[in-house]
T-cell receptor
Framework: SQTIHQWPATLVQPVGSPLSLECTVEGTSNPNLYWYRQAAGRGLQLLFYSVGIGQISSEVPQNLSASRPQDRQFILSSKKLLLSDSGFYLC???????????????FGQGTRLTVV | AQSVTQPDIHITVSEGASLELRCNYSYGATPYLFWYVQSPGQGLQLLLKYFSGDTLVQGIKGFEAEFKRSQSSFNLRKPSVHWSDAAEYFCAVGTYSGNTPLVFGKGTRLSVIA
């Protein structure tokens, strides 16, 4: 069966420090991968998605970047964190679409990031 | 582009009472619709999905949802709420291509009182 791992679960970082959040998927190949951020009362904001290695689409211009160095690995990074980067970050994956409908997204357990 | 509206930010129901969470979507073609649930500090779990066919779909944990094309709605229902149902609920819409990310509503927080 497929599983998604996201770490760390919680993180407290000072303003101006770098960030690296990692997400890996097991039990599938060629997944679509996503990073979402959730702020209180603002729902889920799509940050990045990837349909293949090295293919990253950015939905919101900001202080963050994403990379996909391997098929089932998705990394969210920042060179210098801002206070506004605090939030709950969720990684998700879905089966690569083959024109047979919309595959649902499967989510990791999330990372609570607090920038102080 | 597709969009989702969940009109209710917060709903409180008594344990044992019925529940209906509203979801309205905007999409020019046939929508693909989902309901997810999120417990505090956790990821999202899929409750149910609608692709085609029967407009009343059954999900996990006793939830069901009804697709109404004429009203552009996909409301989530449960006949009798349990205290463990307290959580955040998200409606989402997707497109046929399968490689476009789901678009989520802002969520409805459900509180359950004794």
């Amino acid at each position: 069966s497929q599983t998604i791992h996201q770490w760390p679960a919680t993180l407290v970082q000072p303003v101006g420090s770098p960030l690296s959040l990692e997400c890996t998927v097991e039990g599938t190949s060629n997944p679509n991968l996503y990073w979402y951020r959730q702020a209180a009362g603002r729902g889920l904001q799509l940050l990045f998605y990837s349909v293949g290695i090295g293919q990253i689409s950015s939905e919101v211009p900001q202080n963050l970047s994403a990379s996909r160095p391997q098929d089932r690995q998705f990394i969210l990074s920042s060179k210098k964190l801002l206070l506004s980067d605090s939030g709950f970050y969720l990684c998700a994956w879905s089966v690569r679409g083959k024109g047979q409908g919309v595959p649902e997204a499967f989510f990791g357990q999330g990372t609570r990031l607090t920038v102080v | 582009a597709q969009s989702v509206t969940q009109p209710d930010i917060h709903i409180t129901v008594s344990e044992g009472a019925s529940l209906e969470l509203r979801c309205n979507y905007s999409y020019g073609a046939t929508p693909y619709l989902f309901w997810y649930v999120q417990s505090p500090g956790q990821g999202l779990q899929l409750l149910l999905k609608y692709f085609s066919g029967d407009t009343l779909v059954q999900g996990i944990k006793g939830f069901e949802a009804e697709f109404k094309r004429s009203q552009s709605s996909f409301n989530l229902r449960k006949p009798s709420v349990h205290w463990s149902d307290a959580a955040e609920y998200f409606c989402a819409v997707g497109t046929y291509s399968g490689n476009t990310p789901l678009v989520f509503g802002k969520g409805t927080r459900l509180s359950v009182i004794a």
